[in-house]
């Protein structure tokens, strides 16, 4: 009977603690300013008057010094430039690894930085500032192409 209520006991934990997993979710808002660039900086201080870029691509690239990087979540910003991008990976936000975060818009210049993914983000968001001028499409981001093309450019 004792090892019956263990079992029990311990199939009922199994379960629960498979399914704790909870996602993390990337914020914040993109902005048109110089210099460009993204910062990690506290959520109250991301309102401002400068104007807002809607429908920018944000790319989130784990192991980004590594070739084959992978492209693990991206998503659009809403037409107040914020955006919050659910990351399905392991230790994302709490794992001491880096992150390349790339913000592509047709009509904007690019940014993209190596960063740690902030831990609460709630309390603390990316702002990102990109400059007016010809940008890049997402599909033509240096980031996307494929192991064989980003192994010729090291031969």
């Not at 990351?87 to 994302?92: K, L, P, Q, T």
Request: aromatic residues 8%.
């Amino acid at each position: 009977m004792r090892c019956v209520v263990l079992f029990v006991a311990l199939t009922v934990m199994a379960t629960f603690l498979s399914g704790c997993e909870t996602t993390y979710v990337l914020r914040g808002r993109v902005i048109e300013g110089m210099p460009p660039g993204i910062h990690a900086m506290p959520a109250a201080q991301l309102a401002g008057e400068a104007p807002p870029v809607a429908r920018a691509t944000v790319n989130i690239y784990r192991d980004p010094n590594r070739l084959n990087k992978s492209l693990v979540a991206n998503g659009l910003t809403g037409p107040d430039g914020s955006f919050a991008i659910p990351i399905h990976a392991f230790g994302a936000g709490w794992m001491d690894e880096m992150w390349l975060v790339e913000v592509l818009h047709g009509q904007y210049q690019g940014a993209e930085t190596i960063l740690m993914l902030p831990p609460d983000t709630k309390r603390t968001q990316l702002l990102i500032m990109l400059a007016p001028g010809r940008g890049v499409s997402p599909a033509a981001s240096p980031h996307s192409e494929n192991l064989l093309e980003e192994s010729r450019r090291y031969w």
